[in-house]
């Protein structure tokens, strides 16, 4: 069965692509323009382009390739969204949308696509007051990005309830890992990048504390749910590793003793507490976070090695 995946490109869909490759599926790459980076040369990885926001074409590519299963990470993200509120509404909404309608036509049975955290913008708890966020907690998105993922949700909720596609959106976070270039996550760059090359750095937000999402563990989230025929619920919050960034940049001096790095004060201000027992229930012991230490030293050779 052939499995579509959007933003093949992209920070996620990268990992995605090679991690389908590896278990033997086969797999057509969508991007808006041709890919800039890498992919895996592999007979089983078909690149194709198109636009979310083009039903027809959309359609074309279903039929053409035989498409069973798609997951739809294609988004633009925080700053673009924030300058383009119209083109967002188009890619984010317009396009998941767009999607739907062709799983719904061509009988596609499995559809999962990223949401985000950032439904719930920079509340620092729940409407109920707990400390922790569920998938049921208000939304109060406080940036264009996060609105379009709030009403995204809600469309993929409609289409699942009424017309009983297999949806599920799993929120995702702050993802790290090699590769990433967009996002408010652009501080990576000072944690990551520049102690791999052996330059000195001040990573932002040091009184910050955040849940930590490696894009390996957020890449095996998407396939895992992805060949899930039955799930409870339409969307899951997805697991990371909370930790302060005084300990991610801890960390980083610990595998990189000949580096200086230190935080400069400043909060980016996001939620970091997020209920994620529904997730663990429907992934049970097939899917275990890698642990922090192992997940930064990886993510710090790979920069370095290139």
Same mark, same amino acid.
């Given at each position: 069965?052939?499995?579509?995946?959007?933003?093949?490109?992209?920070?996620?869909?990268?990992?995605?692509?090679?991690?389908?490759?590896?278990?033997?599926?086969?797999?057509?790459?969508?991007?808006?323009?041709?890919?800039?980076?890498?992919?895996?040369?592999?007979?089983?990885?078909?690149?194709?382009?198109?636009?979310?926001?083009?039903?027809?074409?959309?359609?074309?590519?279903?039929?053409?390739?035989?498409?069973?299963?798609?997951?739809?990470?294609?988004?633009?993200?925080?700053?673009?969204?924030?300058?383009?509120?119209?083109?967002?509404?188009?890619?984010?909404?317009?396009?998941?949308?767009?999607?739907?309608?062709?799983?719904?036509?061509?009988?596609?049975?499995?559809?999962?696509?990223?949401?985000?955290?950032?439904?719930?913008?920079?509340?620092?708890?729940?409407?109920?007051?707990?400390?922790?966020?569920?998938?049921?907690?208000?939304?109060?998105?406080? +940036?264009?990005? =996060?609105?379009?993922? /709030?009403?995204?949700?809600?469309? $993929? @909720?409609?289409?699942?309830? !009424?017309? &009983?596609?297999?949806?599920?959106?799993?929120?995702?976070?702050?993802?790290?890992?090699?590769?990433?270039?967009?996002?408010?996550?652009?501080?990576?760059?000072?944690?990551?990048?520049?102690?791999?090359?052996?330059?000195?750095?001040?990573?932002?937000?040091?009184?910050?504390?955040?849940?930590?999402?490696?894009?390996?563990?957020?890449?095996?989230?998407?396939?895992?749910?992805?060949?899930?025929?039955?799930?409870?619920?339409?969307?899951? +919050?997805?697991? =990371?590793?909370?930790? /302060?960034?005084?300990?991610?940049? $801890? @960390?980083?001096?610990?595998? !990189?003793? &000949?580096?200086?790095?230190?935080?400069?004060?400043?909060?980016?201000?996001?939620?970091?507490?997020?209920?994620?027992?529904?997730?663990?229930?429907?992934?049970?012991?097939?899917?275990?976070?890698?642990?922090?230490?192992?997940?930064?030293?990886?993510?710090?050779?790979?920069?370095?090695?290139?």
């Amino acid at each position: 069965m052939t499995t579509l995946v959007t933003g093949a490109s992209g920070f996620v869909g990268r990992y995605v692509v090679r991690e389908l490759v590896s278990a033997g599926a086969d797999v057509v790459a969508l991007d808006h323009a041709p890919a800039a980076g890498p992919r895996p040369r592999s007979p089983r990885v078909t690149a194709v382009q198109g636009d979310v926001r083009d039903l027809r074409r959309l359609t074309r590519i279903a039929h053409e390739h035989r498409v069973g299963r798609i997951i739809h990470l294609a988004s633009l993200l925080a700053p673009a969204s924030q300058d383009d509120p119209y083109h967002a509404l188009e890619v984010n909404v317009v396009g998941t949308q767009n999607l739907m309608e062709v799983a719904l036509a061509h009988g596609v049975t499995h559809f999962t696509w990223a949401s985000s955290m950032a439904v719930f913008g920079h509340q620092t708890q729940a409407d109920d007051g707990a400390e922790e966020f569920t998938e049921s907690s208000r939304h109060c998105p406080d +940036n264009v990005y =996060g609105v379009t993922k /709030s009403y995204a949700e809600g469309i $993929s @909720l409609a289409y699942r309830e !009424r017309y &009983g596609l297999n949806t599920v959106g799993l929120r995702i976070g702050l993802v790290y890992g090699q590769g990433k270039e967009r996002g408010e996550g652009l501080f990576t760059e000072h944690l990551f990048d520049r102690p791999a090359r052996g330059e000195d750095s001040v990573v932002p937000y040091g009184d910050d504390v955040f849940s930590w999402q490696y894009v390996r563990d957020v890449a095996r989230a998407f396939i895992l749910v992805n060949g899930l025929d039955e799930t409870d619920q339409g969307i899951y +919050n997805l697991p =990371g590793t909370v930790a /302060s960034m005084r300990d991610a940049v $801890s @960390l980083v001096r610990d595998l !990189r003793p &000949g580096v200086s790095v230190r935080t400069e004060p400043g909060r980016l201000g996001f939620p970091h507490r997020f209920s994620v027992s529904a997730f663990e229930k429907l992934a049970g012991d097939e899917y275990r976070l890698t642990p922090m230490h192992d997940a930064f030293a990886e993510t710090l050779d790979l920069i370095r090695n290139g």
